[in-house]
Each structure stands twice: as C-alpha cells, then as structure tokens.
Nanobody, 124 residues
Framework: QVQLVESGGGLVQSGGSLRLSCAASGRTISGNAMGWFRRAPGKEREFVAAINWSGYPTYHADSVKGRFTISRDNAKNTVYLQMNSLKPEDTAVYYC?????????????????WGQGTQVTVSS
C-alpha cells in the first residue's frame, strides 16, 4: 500500500509563495492520477488541483487558477503544488491524494489514498 506524506506548509505573508510536496512510499504512483485538496476551519474539504498519471492534463479550481500549479516527478515519486500570490483565504490544511481507478478525479470521493495533511497559514 502506498503512503503519502505532505511537506512544505508553513506561515507566509499575503502575496508570498510556498511549494508543497507529496512524497509517496511503498510503491510507485507513476500510474495514478493525483490530487490536492484543502480544508479550511469550519469549511468542507475543497478540490484544489489534479494531475493525470502522465502529467497531462491538469485541472485547477477557479479559486486558485493562475496562482497555483500542480506538477509531478514520477522518477521521484513526488507530486508538487506551487502556490504563488497567496491570500489569507488560502489558509487551510492541504492534503494530497492518490486515485486508484483509471482517469482523473475532481472530487474527494474519487480518491482512495490520503496523506496526513500540511498546514498552510497566510497572514494579511
């Protein structure tokens, strides 16, 4: 079974940048679509971005489009989320997830394996 570990979260000022990493262990994720989701305090889990096993296509939520970019390095068994121009409303716990079925998913229930999450806090 694959394990996912997120890193790269932290406290950043509004307008700043962070790069989240999701490292997989146990087996390769090169054949899996991967996604990033987030949960802000008092809110539902929200889709952020997804990427197919090959690196294309990618999807980004409207709220992050143009600011966040999902990518992957299958040789490193790692998925990334580059976050630029961060806003206070981006504050949340960010989770990466792997989809075991074919195709790419945009909803949390389409993903089967989850990391423990990493906190991102954006101060105004």
């Amino acid at each position: 079974q694959v394990q996912l570990v997120e890193s790269g979260g932290g406290l950043v000022q509004s307008g700043g940048s962070l790069r989240l990493s999701c490292a997989a262990s146990g087996r390769t994720i090169s054949g899996n679509a991967m996604g990033w989701f987030r949960r802000a305090p008092g809110k539902e889990r929200e889709f952020v971005a997804a990427i197919n096993w090959s690196g294309y296509p990618t999807y980004h939520a409207d709220s992050v489009k143009g600011r966040f970019t999902i990518s992957r390095d299958n040789a490193k068994n790692t998925v990334y989320l580059q976050m630029n121009s961060l806003k206070p409303e981006d504050t949340a716990v960010y989770y990466c997830a792997a989809r075991t079925d074919l195709g790419i998913g945009l909803r949390y229930y389409e993903y089967d394996i989850w990391g423990q999450g990493t906190q991102v806090t954006v101060s105004s």
